[in-house]
């Protein structure tokens, strides 16, 4: 079983950046594809990144490639979203995901374990 517990969401300003924690407590965190999605008021949840257990193979959404990074410390039990010259349009609820596996899936419903969310707000 893997539990997560995400941090560092705040309110920042256009242009601006924020570094997202998610803290995974388990004893085999680092074998599981990790994942950042996100969720805006009345939107369906979407993906943002996800790192291989390995941190060799990365994805990310159109939307947020050249502006987030997203980067994992096996020995610390953490994975991490370096956000970017931050748009409005990033404004929403991210939220830790994971599962044990080698595929980076952009689905959802492929992860298992779910943090309870950190709350991105970008002011314009």
């Known amino acids: 079983q893997v539990q997560l517990v995400e941090s560092g969401g705040e309110l920042v300003q256009a242009g601006g950046s924020l570094r997202l924690s998610c803290a995974a407590s388990?004893?085999?965190?680092?074998?599981?594809?990790m994942a950042w999605f996100r969720q805006a008021p009345g939107k369906e949840r979407e993906f943002v990144a996800a790192i291989t257990w390995s941190g060799s193979s990365t994805a990310y959404a159109d939307s947020v490639k050249g502006r987030f990074t997203i980067s994992r410390d096996n020995a610390k039990n953490t994975v991490n979203l370096q956000m970017n010259t931050l748009k409005p349009e990033d404004t929403a609820a991210y939220y830790c995901?994971?599962?044990?596996?080698?595929?980076?899936?952009?689905?959802?419903?492929?992860?298992?374990?779910w943090g309870q969310g950190t709350q991105v707000t970008v002011s314009s």
């Open positions: 388990g004893r085999t965190f680092s074998r599981y594809v």
């Open positions: 995901a994971a599962y044990p596996g080698v595929i980076l899936f952009r689905n959802q419903y492929r992860y298992d374990h």
